[in-house]
């Protein structure tokens, strides 16, 4: 019997430029395959048919994984007005329609709405969970499910495109647990004239953008190859958006086994989270308390 390939512990982030009618989870399984990689997830699932970034962590990097999950992205989407369905996007089935089509002034009065903090039911075909079993299943099932609003922070959203009366182009930025399908759905509602995504693809989440992405068909060239480990970034992309403090020797070997060690700080304050590195390398993630860090997260990592 052939013996199965050893993993490697490779660590790191890459940003994939997710295809539509590909699950998330499929796209990351396709990374790790490809890295031959002993651990990987991802920052923020993506419905099968929505395209755009999607950032995977490989190794250690996956500690960092909710970081990234709980800073803010950005969707470009396109609204079809009039219809309704059963899923809140194309490939649901119509439940709803009229022939009402509102003004652009009135689309643009209405998004003020869905500003700041606001409350969001999310689609029944969702993730979601109720009782332990996914939203999805259930209404699949046929099931009379209701699920609760959820709190939702949305920076901006705002109207980039009217191609036609039927249709009307958004851009979303917003923080963890957003439904774009609910802020069509929701938009529909209010404009009285119903409504569903077309068209969804992420155009940033976090510090990772499309221009910083790889396709799946680059993933599938590059498999198994030094040149696909050079599109993968460094850990710390993951904690952009944490303070940097630095280690001496002792510090970082007392970090390392999980225990409070000197650190070298600049501008932060006490009880602020911020990592710490040793010789450029992430050494551990933590709260800042008069002159030590206390990790909450320490990496594996070679020097």
């Known amino acids: 019997m052939a013996r199965k390939k050893k993993s490697r512990d490779i660590s790191g982030w890459i940003a994939i430029d997710k295809p539509a009618g590909m699950t998330s989870t499929a796209v990351v399984n396709k990374v790790k395959w490809a890295f031959g990689a002993n651990k990987a997830g991802h920052a923020g699932t993506l419905d099968p048919e929505a395209t755009g970034v999607l950032a995977v962590a490989l190794g250690e990097a996956t500690k960092t994984v909710p970081y990234i999950t709980d800073a803010l992205k950005a969707y470009e989407f396109t609204v079809t007005l009039g219809v309704a369905t059963n899923t809140d996007d194309a490939e649901g089935e119509v439940i709803a329609q009229s022939d009402l089509r509102p003004s652009d002034d009135q689309i643009k009065d209405q998004l003020n709405a869905f500003l700041g903090d ?4 999310p689609p029944k075909f969702s993730a979601v969970k109720i009782d332990g079993e996914r ?9 009379d ?14 109207m980039l495109d009217r191609p036609d009366a039927d249709h009307v182009v958004l851009e979303m930025v917003c923080g963890k647990g957003g439904y774009v399908r609910s802020i069509a759905r929701d938009l529909g509602a209010a404009l009285g004239c119903y409504g569903h995504v077309k068209w969804l693809r992420r155009i940033w989440s976090g510090p990772f953008e499309t221009s910083d992405c790889v396709t799946v068909d680059q993933i599938d060239a590059l498999a198994k190859t030094p ?5 993968l970034l460094p850990i710390q992309v993951g904690l952009d958006g944490l ?9 970082a070997a007392r ?3 999980g225990n409070p060690g000197m650190v070298f700080a600049h501008d932060v304050e006490y009880g602020e989270e911020c990592w710490a590195s040793y010789n450029g390398v992430p050494v551990a993630v933590g709260i800042y308390k008069s002159g030590e860090l206390h ?3 320490v990496f594996v990592l070679p020097d």
Do not use: F
Request: hydrophobic share 35%; glycine share 4%; charged share 30%.
């Open 243 to 251: 303070p940097e403090v630095t280690c001496s020797d002792q510090g």
């Open 255 to 257: 970090l390392r086994n």
């Open 135 to 143: 939203a999805y299943k259930l209404a699949r099932d046929g099931e």
């Open 295 to 297: 990790p909450s997260r």
């Open 145 to 158: 499910i209701k699920l609760e609003a959820r709190a939702l922070y949305v920076d901006s959203l705002i």
């Open 227 to 231: 040149e696909l480990d050079q599109h």
């Open 118 to 121: 606001i409350q969001q039911v």
